[in-house]
Each structure stands twice: as C-alpha cells, then as structure tokens.
C-alpha cells in the first residue's frame, strides 16, 4: 500500500510538470523569441533546479501541505487519506491539461486534502488552519501579481521599444593631461546613451562599449524565464513530495527528488496545450511586454517560496499576463473568463473527488 502512495505522487508529480512547467516560459514561446521546444526545455530544467533547490529552503511548504493540523495526526499519516488527497489533486490536474486549462496544483491538493479530511472526520477538520496559512496566499497573489504588472509592463515596454533599434553603448571620457598635470589628477566622466547620440561619438580620448540593447532584452528575457521556472520548482515540488514523505517511506530529500524527475518528465512530454493557452490565447504580447510579466512573476513566486506561502505559480502567471491584457493589447475575453473558471473549479472538483475516493477505499 504504501508503493501505491508513491504512485500516485509520481502521477500527481507528472501531471502538474504538463500543466505548469511551461507556465515561466510561455511568454518567451508568445512573444516570438524563442520556439516551443527551446522554450519547455529551459522551463523543464530551471524547474528541476527549483524542485531540488526546495530541499534546503523550502521545508515549510511540505509541512503545510502534509495534512498536519488540518486533520488529526494519525489521520493526515494513513494511507487512505494520502491516497486520496493525491489522486484526486491528479485526476483534476489531468482533465485540465487535457482541455489546455492552466489551474493550480496547490488548489487542487487544497481541495483533496478538504475532500478527504471531510470524509475522514468531518467533525474535526480544521479548514480555519487552511483558509488562514494556505487560501488566503492563493486568493491575494493574481490580485497583488496582475497590479504589479500594470505598473512593471508599461515601463519595460517602453524602454524596449525605445531602444529598439539602437545600440545602447556606455561612454568613458578621459580628457587630455595638460603639461605637468598627472594622469591621477584627471577626472574621467562616464556617460549613457545610444550609438546615434553624440554622448557616444567618437572622439578624442572616448572610448564607447556598444550593447545591442534588442539582443540584451532577449536575454533578459531568457534569464527571466528561467528565474520564474526556478520559482516554480522551488514552490511547487515540497507540496507534492509532501505526500509520499508523510507516509515515512521515503524522507524529504528522496520524496523531492523523485517528484522532480516525474515533473520534468511530464512537462517535457505534454504541455503544448497548456503552453498555447499561455502563450497566445489568453493575449498576444511583445518581448517588453513579456519580459515585465516574467520579472513580477518570479518576483513573487521566489519571495513567497522563501516565506513557505503556498502562491500559486499558476495565478501569479496568469495574473501578470492579465495584466499585459490590460495595459497593453487587451485580452481575449472568452479565454480569460474560461481560465477563471477553472480556477474557481479546481478546489470543489478536486475536493469532490478526494471525498468520494476516500469513501471507496474506507468501504
């Protein structure tokens, strides 16, 4: 019974790897400056990178997400209620990476740990622990994540575009030394601007280092990516190792590796429809316009990680790409309304399911 545990923590591993590894690289894929499969493959390591990382600095995510205080101890340890919680959290995860729905993993193990609690003892469920350290994180963060957004994006958009087409160099001036006057009594100046300005004309004594400022916000872009990846990992895998560790079978370290492994592997192999929900169909977007999303994205997702807050990478994402619809070139109001949808799903389906499952596996 207890390989079963492992199992379904591999499968629960696997399905949040299809539907959220994409999600810190879907605006690299939308905004044209990487393809698909560059794209998942960036995502996919800085995610594992992320999953291992939450060894050290991410405990406190896999005790709250291991059913203790929520339920009582010998309840939040059996077998039933492990199993429960897991594969209700995968099979609502599955449907969803199915239907190209990208939804929280953290909202779906909420409700399959409510789910499960409630059918085990309903009378002493502790859902105020869980509203308190857990729901109220998930609700604030796509709020805090798309106001954040409609204050970064503008920004780094409109210094993408003006340097757009221009190399942005950085200028040493070094006047000459008149006769007796030493080289240390000189006062050299330091410059910014672009190669059409004449701060950086060559002349005299000027020595100008030129960026190409397209190519720097490209991999900007990439280093965002990856730190939203990285974020990703570092939140999400405690929260799934939670359940095969819980059962003492495995400690923490194997339980998170395992379950890094599982998620890379299910991310590289079935995320497309997800991705093009992401990256095109909830708004389109420039490279500025990504490249703000991506930096308030792992803003939020590292600092909560660091915190044990239990953001939803999912919310975080898709609220800084709200914010993109909003500030920019407007979104797709239908998507958008269906990806809410889902959101507010996800908890009572995967909290529906982990309450039927535990009475089938308790008859």
């Known amino acids: 019974m207890l390989a079963s545990i492992l199992i379904i923590t591999l499968l629960l591993a696997a399905a949040n790897g299809a539907n959220d590894n994409i999600k810190g690289a879907a605006t690299l894929f939308g905004s044209g400056v990487a393809n698909y499969r560059t794209a998942i493959t960036l995502a996919t390591l800085a995610t594992a990178a992320g999953g291992l990382a939450s060894i050290y600095v991410a405990h406190g995510l896999l005790v709250a997400f291991s059913g203790k205080g929520i339920v009582p101890q010998d309840i939040a340890t059996s077998i039933p209620f492990l199993g429960s919680v897991g594969l209700a959290a995968a099979v609502t995860v599955g449907i969803a990476t199915r239907l190209g729905m990208p939804i929280s993993t953290t909202h779906a193990l909420l409700g399959g740990l409510s789910g499960a609690g409630f059918a085990a003892v309903a009378s002493n469920v502790h859902l105020d622990i869980a509203f308190k350290e857990m729901l109220l994180p998930l609700l604030f963060s796509p709020v805090i994540a798309l106001v954040l957004a409609l204050a970064v994006v503008p920004l780094v958009r409109r210094i993408r575009t003006r340097t757009a087409n221009a190399k942005a160099c950085a200028c040493i001036d070094v006047p000459a030394t008149a006769v007796g006057e030493t080289l240390a009594a000189t006062r050299a100046t330091l410059t910014f601007g672009t190669m059409d300005q004449p701060a950086c004309a060559p002349a005299a004594g000027r020595q100008a280092i030129a960026?190409?400022?397209?190519?720097?916000?490209?991999?900007?872009?990439?280093?965002?990516?990856?730190?939203?990846?990285?974020?990703?990992?570092?939140?999400?895998?405690?929260?799934?190792?939670?359940?095969s560790a819980a059962t003492g079978?495995?400690?923490?370290?194997?339980?998170?590796?395992?379950a890094v492994i599982a998620m890379a592997v299910g991310g590289y192999l079935a995320a497309r429809r997800v991705a093009d929900t992401m990256a095109f169909r909830i708004?389109?977007?420039?490279?500025?316009?990504?490249?703000?999303?991506?930096?308030?994205?792992?803003?939020?997702?590292?600092?909560?990680?660091?915190?044990?807050?239990?953001?939803?990478?999912?919310h975080v994402a898709s609220g800084a790409l709200f914010g993109v619809a909003a500030s920019g070139h407007g979104g797709h109001r239908a998507v958008i309304r269906n990806v809410v949808l889902a959101w507010l799903l996800t908890l009572p389906v995967a909290a529906v399911c982990a309450y039927l499952i535990y009475l089938l596996l308790t008859r």
Do not use: C, E, W, Y
């Open 211 to 243: 960026v190409d400022s397209a190519r720097f916000a490209d991999h900007v872009h990439l280093a965002s990516a990856a730190a939203v990846s990285f974020a990703r990992g570092l939140n999400d895998t405690p929260k799934i190792a939670a359940l």
């Open 249 to 258: 079978m495995l400690g923490a370290s194997s339980a998170t590796t395992l």
């Open 283 to 314: 708004t389109r977007m420039d490279v500025g316009q990504g490249l703000g999303a991506n930096l308030v994205t792992s803003l939020l997702v590292i600092g909560a990680s660091r915190f044990g807050m239990p953001v939803s990478t999912t």
